[in-house]
Structures are given as structure tokens and as C-alpha cells.
């Protein structure tokens, strides 16, 4: 007697590996930036106290930092023809 049923493979599981670590300040890892050839990206605000997060990535090597500043508004502008005076 032969066996008709299907064989199982079971499928290799893909797993995302990431090294995060968290650099005492900006400008530890502005150089951490600059010697791996990447930009810092605003990441995002903290809950915990107000301040900020910064972060780099190559690769899955992910260095990041916490300040304590608040980022800055983005920058408005207004243009002096949209409220000519009437004459």
C-alpha cells in the first residue's frame, strides 16, 4: 500500500534580527551617523518626561538617543502678497 497523502514541509522561520542601542547624547550619535555614512531622524516624542527621540539606522545596526529639549515648530511662512492692502 502506498501513501498518497501530501508531505508537510514545514517552512524556515524568517525572523528580523535589529541591534538597537540607546547613545548617551546628540553628539554621540551624530558621529555614529557620520562615520557609518547615515542621516539622524526624528523619531518621535517620549511619554515619560518631555523631550525627544533621535535616532540612525545601517543596516539593522540602530543607534538612538533621548533629549531633553523640545524640538522646534515647524517653520510657517507667509507670503506678503496674500494680504495686499486695498487701495
Known sequence: ????????????RVRTVVEVHELPDMKSLRQWA????????HLGSTWEKPGEVYGARDGVQVRVCRTSQDRLPPVSWESPLEHLPTT
Open 1 to 12: 500500500m502506498t501513501d498518497h497523502a501530501p508531505k508537510c514541509r514545514t517552512r524556515p
Open 34 to 41: 557620520s562615520a557609518h555614512h547615515v542621516t539622524v531622524e
